[in-house]
Every structure is written in C-alpha cells, then in structure tokens.
C-alpha cells in the first residue's frame, strides 16, 4: 500500500481509531494522523526569520521529528500507553543523546550528526538569551547570528539540514506496515 492510498482512505474515513499516531510525508506534504485526528503537518520548507521566536519554532519542528523517528523504530504507529510512555521519556532525554543515538544507529552519518550538534549548539544559546544578536554559530569559524552573512550561513544550513531529515525520516516511514495502519483506521 502507498502512502497515497492510505491518505485517500483516511480522508474518506468519517471515524478514525484512535490508536494510530502517524505522522507521515508524502511528496511535499506532511500529514499528522493523532487521536483519530488528521491534521496538516509542518511545511516541507521551513523559512526562519531573524528573531528568537522564528528560531526556536524552527529547532522545535526539528526536535519533534527527532522524537516522531524514535516512536516509529520502537512502537511504529502505535497509540497505546506504551507510545505515551515513550513520548513521556523523550522530553526528559537531551537532545544531544537523540543525536547521538541517531549516530549509534546509523541513522544519522557521522558528518549530518556532527552538522546536526552545532546547528542544536544554537538552538541552545538561543533559549539562553534575549536576543538571537547574542548567539553565535560554529561551523568552522564563529560566526555572529546578528551578521546577515552570519544568519544567513546559519539559515541556509538549517535549511539544507531540515532537508536531510526530512529524507531520512521519509525512508523510516518507509519501514510502517501502512497495509496495518489501513486495517486499524
């Protein structure tokens, strides 16, 4: 079954289970199927604005792919206790550790996992500060967020980042038994 069938067959759904958390990507569009509940999910292309709020928002979409790839490795598109349970513990876990499991995985290569801690270095600053004049980027030289050039070379690896775990969430997703999803809807 394809992601496209599924999407059909939950859109012409009028009572959806609710045992199914789904989040899933097809071609440019993101879908987030929770709670008998399917809802568009984040826009393929993020576009993050010079100021604290855009930046944060930015690393929480990031983050929230994070933890949506651990469910799937560990309870798949399951909805029961045992995925709130996880979700619970995801929260209190580093977001350096994910990384770095992502690494001990092999889902992430050494050198996204090595983009992935500095891009995350600013996302820590950012939390600690008042204004994103304050934070600095790291990827080989330091280079002030306050500079066009410096936020400029900040969102354009954010961006080519976002890309790379979209791609790599999207062969995860390719793992779900979608034929199981459609005979639990």
Partial sequence: MSISKLISEIKNKKNLSPEIRFYFIE???????NEGILKNGFNSKLIIKKNRDSVLSAFSKMAFLFDEIIRLRIVGSSNHSNS??????????????????FLDWKVFSPEFTRDMSRLFEVRNETIHCIS????????KLEISLSSISGFKKFSSDFQKSWKTLLKIYISEQQKIDLKKISEIL
């Fill in 132 to 139: 994103i004049n304050d934070v600095i980027y790291n990827p």
């Fill in 84 to 101: 709130k349970e996880l979700l619970y513990l995801l929260n209190l876990v580093p977001i350096n550790r994910k990384i770095r499991t």
């Fill in 27 to 33: 071609k440019n569009k993101h879908y987030f199927l």
